[in-house]
């Protein structure tokens, strides 16, 4: 059995595939943000929550200050786009985009503040 929580991790997801100690070592070094080069184990893909779902902790963390102040305020220009749009009446093609983005410009504050 493996339990895993986080801002990464897939809410309620139950897998029902078959994984070995090596495979929980290499996932819990991705989680946790350290190589595990000696683990021939897989990592647990399935867990995560999608790329495509915003940017994940870990590749936050390992932006430089200025590219994280520059995804900042893209993300801040582009949710202002989408929310300008909506409040105007007009359709947009991805209504789930500004929970994406709020969620992700969360992250990235986050990240900013543990810094300081």
């Not at 991790?9 to 290499?26: K, L």
Request: aromatic content about 6%; charged content about 25%; glycine content about 8%.
């Amino acid at each position: 059995m493996f339990l895993a929580l986080g801002p990464d991790i897939r809410a309620g997801h139950i897998s029902d595939g078959y994984f070995t100690q090596r495979d929980i070592c290499e996932t819990v070094g991705a989680i946790l943000g350290f190589q595990t080069p000696y683990s021939d184990g897989h990592l647990l893909q399935e867990i995560f929550v999608p790329v495509a779902t915003g940017i994940r902790m870990q590749e936050i963390r390992e932006m430089s200050s200025e590219d994280r102040d520059e995804k900042l305020q893209e993300l801040r220009t582009e949710l202002t786009k989408i929310q300008t749009m909506i409040k105007a009446g007009g359709a947009i093609e991805n209504p789930g985009r500004t929970h994406v983005l709020k969620k992700t410009i969360a992250r990235i504050l986050t990240v900013i503040n543990e810094e300081e």
